[in-house]
């Protein structure tokens, strides 16, 4: 007897290469089965899952679930209550504030979340960040402590950081990640007031060469400077080679970081990115950004529109992920005997709002919508959403600002 199966969906699991109709059984907190026709009378509870999609628990590389002094709203609008099992908080505390990270979040959360440890010790006044500010030490000796939610080096490179202290933060990451074997996720994209310059490509260039094999970049498609393309269009040829030797390449759209002209000039000069995160805020307000709630099930439309499979956009939320932050043992696959993490959605017909950040909108025809979410065998429907028309993108008819 299991204690739950899902019925009639089509499991989708790029780790095991299944895209078919099968019942998926869970018994207590592992996967005990996928397998055509389980009987319904060998399940405790049994839940329908027909014209579905039944996937490894999506992953969100890139979220805020924390905002250090700030904290209000609840972790699991950007997880379990939006179809999310796994979020990675990308650099929302530091060494200082990493106890209390774990004192908000953890209690409350039903949510899997990691953390990417800030290389500045205090994230309290992110705005007022200075070169004195690093601390390779303390990050060390949280990552080394704290295994088990720290996960990477979170470091952010555009135009305040670059003419306060050159590259000297990135390098420190690098230093700090290099001593506890962890990743550095880069973000790029000049963020900020618009009257400041922007980065120097050279500046991208040596930036991104000093990063390793499994470091990830973030922001692949912002239309920022400071980027992925030089004034002209052209892709900057160290994002290439960053790419063939092994640095991953994440597309999070956050307030400003998705633009449809940018996204389709980087892939038509055959940069194809690793893996969709969100950079969701769900404590919006704090210095520049506002919005920020664009949630993973909805941004994954996006995906669609460029001309991704569904395979694709799973595997980018699932397997790829779990390979970056190193937990594909436990999370990104419906292997048997691996936690019950899993995500039902479906895929729904229609016309749909995809608005960038620089205002451009695209009616999509197809969006994803979170159905339940399954965390540790244990079954949570969808929460309340943070827009009005639900959790996928909102009806062509009822235009979004852009970032909403």
């Known amino acids: 007897m299991y204690d739950l199966v899902l019925k009639g969906g089509t499991v989708l699991d790029p780790s095991q290469g299944l895209n078919e109709k099968m019942d998926v059984a869970v018994t207590g907190d592992r996967i005990s089965l996928v397998a055509p026709l389980i009987s319904r009378t060998e399940g405790a509870r049994v839940v329908e899952a027909l014209g579905k999609y039944v996937t490894p628990g999506l992953i969100d590389i890139h979220a805020h679930v924390y905002d250090a002094g700030r904290s209000v709203n609840h972790p699991d609008t950007a997880g379990v209550r939006s179809g999310v099992t796994t979020v990675v908080d990308a650099g929302s505390a530091g060494p200082a504030n990493f106890q209390d990270f774990c004192d908000f979040v953890m209690p409350q959360a039903k949510t899997r979340v990691y953390c990417l440890l800030n290389i500045f010790r205090d994230r309290t006044n992110p705005l007022d960040t200075k070169e004195s500010d690093i601390d390779v030490d303390e990050v060390v000796r949280v990552a080394q402590e704290h295994p088990d939610i720290v996960k990477g080096v979170k470091v952010l490179v555009y135009t305040r950081m670059v003419h306060l202290m050159g590259l000297k933060h990135l390098e420190a990451a690098k230093d700090a990640a290099r001593q506890v074997g962890l990743p550095v996720m880069m973000h790029m994209g000049d963020i900020g007031p618009k009257d400041q310059p922007p980065t120097p490509t050279e500046v991208i260039g040596r930036a991104l060469s000093i990063l390793d094999a499994g470091d990830i970049v973030t922001h692949l498609f912002t239309p920022l400077t400071g980027a992925a393309l030089d004034p002209e269009g052209g892709l900057l040829p160290e994002i290439r080679d960053a790419q063939d030797r092994g640095v991953l390449f994440d ?110 909108s695209r009616t999509g025809t197809r969006a994803l919508v979170p159905i339940l979410t399954v965390r540790e065998g244990q079954i949570i429907e969808p929460g309340e959403a943070p827009h009005s028309w639900g959790w996928g993108p909102p009806p062509a008819e009822t235009p979004a600002r852009a970032g909403v």
Not at 301 to 325: H, N, Q, Y
């Open 251 to 360: 597309t999070s759209y956050g307030d400003f970081n998705f633009g449809w002209e940018r996204a389709e000039r980087v892939l038509a000069q055959g940069i194809i990115p690793d893996m969709i995160g969100t950079d969701i805020e769900v404590h919006p307000g704090a210095g520049y950004r506002t919005v920020s709630t664009r949630g993973l099930m909805e941004y994954a439309s996006f995906f669609l529109e460029l001309g991704f499979s569904l395979e694709d956009i799973v595997r980018m939320s699932t397997l790829s992920p779990s390979k970056a932050i190193d937990i594909e043992d436990r999370s990104g696959s419906l292997a048997v005997g691996r936690e019950a993490d899993l995500s039902v959605f479906e895929v729904v017909e229609g016309q749909w709002d995809l608005s960038d950040a620089t205002g451009v």
